[in-house]
């Protein structure tokens, strides 16, 4: 945009440059814009000379202004990139919480779990031995009864007895079956009592891997987050030195350019104030005698196409006239 205004506002040496020195001198109303120069001075200085360094000096400010706001937004990426690495942070912080808590929530549920099971069975076994228990005093009251009521006899076989003994011994195989079985059950529950505790050890280990691989994603994802964040702090960086080196190249340039025109202006002698109106006047003249060449040309010009176009009409007039006698008499001789 400075450029762009910079060169709209300094004519070529080709141009007039004498009427923009006087119509249009850039600086020539504002004496000093630097305010560490003498104004006193700078007053005392020719107007092409104090727009030179007004010039400079606008150059120099905007140069200024264009590093003061590269360095703010780079502090503003900065404070954004520290930002994002403590929210990082932050939520690493807060999943790793989260996965501590979850598997200690596991890890106590499993256990309340695995003594539910053991009460569960001590319930059933103690159930079972009390009913067992309840069977056999059960069984030894009614042989203790058939022993009282049976009547001693000789030498020979006591059928009531042996049938008494016959089912004391049935009795007692049944309560070794069913000890047996209650053993099977018991073997039973606490297989799959192993196979529970076996399993919450395997989720607790895929949990434990999944926390950890999650933990490894984040840290990829941060440390691919950090090379970006750098990545682009070097490239502002580069920008910015380019931005720069254009910038003083650019300045350098229109010092020059400024320099050989105040040179040359110098030697023509722009300082004669009459030499300067002489040329203005010599230029007015020339600029009106033009324009009223330029009259002169175009009202002949007119003047011309006039004549023609009269001329052209009254031709057309003349044929439609013979042409309205042609058709009168070929209509009389018919």
Same mark, same amino acid.
């Given at each position: 945009?400075?450029?762009?205004?910079?060169?709209?506002?300094?004519?070529?040496?080709?141009?007039?440059?004498?009427?923009?020195?006087?119509?249009?001198?850039?600086?020539?109303?504002?004496?000093?814009?630097?305010?560490?120069?003498?104004?006193?001075?700078?007053?005392?200085?020719?107007?092409?000379?104090?727009?030179?360094?007004?010039?400079?000096?606008?150059?120099?400010?905007?140069?200024?202004?264009?590093?003061?706001?590269?360095?703010?937004?780079?502090?503003?990426?900065?404070?954004?990139?520290?930002?994002?690495?403590?929210?990082?942070?932050?939520?690493?912080?807060?999943?790793?919480?989260?996965?501590?808590?979850?598997?200690?929530?596991?890890?106590?549920?499993?256990?309340?779990?695995?003594?539910?099971?053991?009460?569960?069975?001590?319930?059933?076994?103690?159930?079972?031995?009390?009913?067992?228990?309840?069977?056999?005093?059960?069984?030894?009251?009614?042989?203790?009864?058939?022993?009282?009521?049976?009547?001693?006899?000789?030498?020979?076989?006591?059928?009531?007895?042996?049938?008494?003994?016959?089912?004391?011994?049935?009795?007692?195989?049944?309560?070794?079956?069913?000890?047996?079985?209650?053993?099977?059950?018991?073997?039973?529950?606490?297989?799959?009592?192993?196979?529970?505790?076996?399993?919450? %050890?395997?989720?607790?280990?895929?949990?434990? %891997?999944?926390?950890?691989?999650?933990?490894?994603?984040?840290?990829?994802?941060?440390?691919?987050?950090?090379?970006?964040?750098?990545?682009?702090?070097?490239?502002?960086?580069?920008?910015?030195?380019?931005?720069?080196?254009?910038?003083? %190249?650019?300045?350098?340039?229109?010092?020059?350019?400024?320099?050989? %025109?105040?040179?040359?202006?110098?030697?023509?002698?722009?300082?004669?104030?009459?030499?300067?109106?002489?040329?203005?006047?010599?230029?007015?003249?020339?600029?009106?005698?033009?324009?009223?060449?330029?009259?002169?040309?175009?009202?002949?010009?007119?003047?011309?196409?006039?004549?023609?176009?009269?001329?052209?009409?009254?031709?057309?007039?003349?044929?439609?006239?013979?042409?309205?006698?042609?058709?009168?008499?070929?209509?009389?001789?018919?």
């Amino acid at each position: 945009m400075l450029q762009k205004e910079f060169v709209s506002k300094s004519p070529s040496i080709d141009e007039d440059r004498d009427v923009h020195l006087v119509f249009n001198p850039i600086g020539a109303t504002e004496i000093s814009l630097n305010p560490q120069l003498d104004p006193v001075q700078m007053r005392m200085l020719p107007v092409e000379q104090r727009r030179i360094l007004n010039e400079q000096y606008r150059c120099k400010r905007a140069q200024e202004e264009q590093i003061n706001a590269i360095l703010r937004a780079k502090m503003i990426y900065e404070a954004t990139v520290e930002s994002t690495t403590a929210l990082i942070e932050r939520q690493k912080l807060r999943s790793e919480v989260l996965i501590n808590q979850q598997s200690r929530n596991d890890s106590q549920l499993s256990a309340k779990a695995s003594e539910l099971e053991i009460q569960r069975a001590e319930k059933i076994q103690q159930m079972q031995l009390a009913q067992a228990k309840a069977e056999q005093a059960h069984i030894q009251q009614l042989v203790a009864q058939k022993q009282r009521s049976v009547v001693p006899q000789s030498n020979k076989n006591h059928p009531p007895v042996s049938r008494l003994v016959k089912q004391a011994t049935a009795l007692v195989n049944n309560k070794q079956k069913r000890a047996h079985k209650i053993e099977q059950r018991e073997n039973a529950l606490k297989n799959q009592q192993i196979e529970y505790l076996l399993k919450l %050890k395997t989720q607790e280990a895929n949990q434990k %891997k999944q926390s950890d691989e999650l933990i490894q994603q984040q840290k990829q994802q941060n440390a691919t987050k950090t090379r970006r964040t750098v990545l682009f702090g070097e490239k502002m960086d580069e920008l910015h030195f380019k931005t720069e080196e254009k910038r003083e %190249k650019q300045l350098k340039t229109e010092s020059i350019k400024l320099k050989e %025109k105040y040179e040359k202006e110098k030697e023509i002698g722009f300082d004669s104030k009459q030499a300067q109106k002489d040329r203005i006047r010599q230029i007015t003249e020339l600029k009106s005698q033009m324009r009223k060449e330029n009259n002169a040309k175009y009202q002949e010009q007119l003047k011309n196409d006039f004549e023609v176009e009269t001329k052209r009409q009254q031709q057309q007039e003349a044929r439609k006239i013979i042409e309205t006698q042609r058709i009168i008499q070929r209509l009389k001789s018919e």
